[in-house]
């Protein structure tokens, strides 16, 4: 036992032939990230030993609106600026530097309002030098996976925000709560609900923030179409037809192996289908029913399933039909149909940029589509910001930890129900509003 966890310390240090590839690789085998870090430090938080960093307000905003060129029935480009000085923005630490941390996390630093990444956190020490160097962050603020919590004695560091494997989010996040810190996790929030509720309970017990990434409730087309989701606007909303398909590529990857994703296209993709529905209608299912498909002899589709198609019944009465596959091209669109004459939706409506909003009215015999046109933002922007704002003035974030234990229950049914060849499963029955969510966020 001893070699093996000598083994394991060397793979996540980063040392000799191994990095973090070759980390992710060997725990898709079999080895439980949860086993290969060891029993968690017993960590004080630093407010405990007096480490806090500089009193952050929301007061101490800078805002600059300069005069606009443009006629009131003109389009304006965003001209202004409302920021925190940055020694007073929250410092986040990001944890994983895969594909989602440097293609998108780190990048959208640079449209923030309130927060500043301070830290990083990677089994690959050089990758990490070469990525702090990138974004100013010091050498003295690289950790890896075994010294992890030390983060607890970095006063600099406010957040941190969890871009590892799913199976991995438990534990960092246990680890983060236990070093003093609030804490950002990527989606799905991990791999069981029971999973979930012990995040939840350990930033509670620390007395920290908990908050799932569900950038998709922060950007602006998503939002307007759940405005008039919930205006009705277009009608009520009877049906939603929602997509979202991919065509996963190499089958030595970490979302192909159960014990790290905790399943295939419904965990990664199919969580937007589901988060997306609850989010427009403001409800919680009560019935699910699903089957999945997988193509036979597909390498890739070994441990998890390609493809799941599955139903949502609400309390209103309104159904969602949902698809999502690993095995198709690139589609990410939904469409809401209403009893007023009238559909409204997004395509694309689930990718980083791009998103376009749509919709059609008719009045008697003529219908009339149009296209809004709508200012994008920085995804990954505006959920830090939001989150930021949020420990700033001690708020519960929107998208809070309860957000993803639901959805975590709702993936458990749609399984359940296509082992069981379709069969309906029940859910709760929940009739109030927006329960799981806390503050929402501030509108520009």
Same mark, same amino acid.
């Given at each position: ?130 990525? *702090? ?23 600099? +560091? ?93 089958? *030595? ?5 159960? *014990? ?169 029955? +929940? ?14």
């Amino acid at each position: 036992m001893n070699s093996i966890n000598q083994l394991l310390n060397n793979m996540l240090a980063g040392g000799g032939a191994f990095n973090r590839r070759a980390f992710l690789e060997n725990t898709g085998k079999g080895i439980l990230a949860t086993s290969i870090i060891g029993e968690l430090a017993s960590c004080a938080s630093s407010d405990a030993q007096g480490l806090a960093g500089p009193v952050k307000s929301l007061a101490d905003t800078i805002s600059v609106k300069p005069p606009t060129q443009h006629a009131p029935s003109e389009q304006h480009q965003e001209t202004g600026v409302t920021v925190l000085p940055h020694n007073k923005r929250i410092g986040y630490a990001i944890v994983g530097l895969g594909e989602l941390a440097l293609g998108q996390i780190l990048p959208a630093f640079s449209a923030s309002k309130y927060a500043k990444p301070v830290a990083l956190v990677s089994g690959d020490a050089e990758k990490a030098k070469k990525v *702090a160097a990138q974004y100013g962050i010091p050498e003295k603020n690289i950790y890896n996976y075994q010294n992890f919590d030390d983060i607890r004695s970095n006063p600099e +560091i406010d957040s941190v925000y969890i871009v590892l494997p799913n199976a991995m989010h438990e534990e960092f996040v246990v680890r983060a709560a236990k070093a003093g810190k609030h804490v950002l996790c990527e989606k799905p929030m991990t791999t069981s609900s029971k999973s979930a509720q012990i995040m939840i309970d350990a930033c509670k017990k620390a007395g920290k923030k908990l908050m799932v990434a569900y950038r998709i409730q922060y950007e602006p087309h998503n939002r307007m179409a759940m405005q008039w989701a919930r205006s009705k606007h277009f009608g009520n909303v009877k049906v939603i037809s929602s997509n979202n398909v991919q065509n996963i590529g190499n089958p *030595a990857q970490w979302r192909l192996h159960k *014990a790290l994703s905790g399943g295939g296209s419904l965990p990664d993709i199919g969580l937007y289908n589901i988060n997306t529905n609850r989010f427009l209608l403001g409800e919680e299912p009560h019935t699910v029913m699903a089957t999945t498909h997988t193509t036979p002899n597909d390498i890739r589709f070994k441990e998890v399933e390609e493809a799941v198609m599955f139903q949502m019944l609400f309390p209103s009465g309104a159904i969602a039909n949902n698809t999502c596959s690993y095995g198709a091209h690139n589609s990410k669109h939904y469409r809401c149909y209403a009893d007023n004459g009238g559909w409204f939706g997004l395509d694309p409506a689930f990718d980083y940029a791009g998103l376009q909003i749509e919709a059609s009215q008719a009045q008697g015999k003529i219908e009339t589509k149009m296209q809004p046109l709508i200012p994008e933002k920085k995804q990954f922007a505006l959920e830090m910001d939001h989150f930021a704002q949020c420990i700033i003035e001690n708020k519960v974030p929107y998208t809070p930890g309860e957000e993803g234990l639901q959805d975590q229950k709702i993936m458990e049914a749609i399984y359940e129900s296509a082992a069981n060849n379709g069969k309906p499963v029940k859910l709760e029955m +929940i009739t109030t509003l927006d329960t799981f969510r806390g503050t929402p966020p501030k509108e520009d």
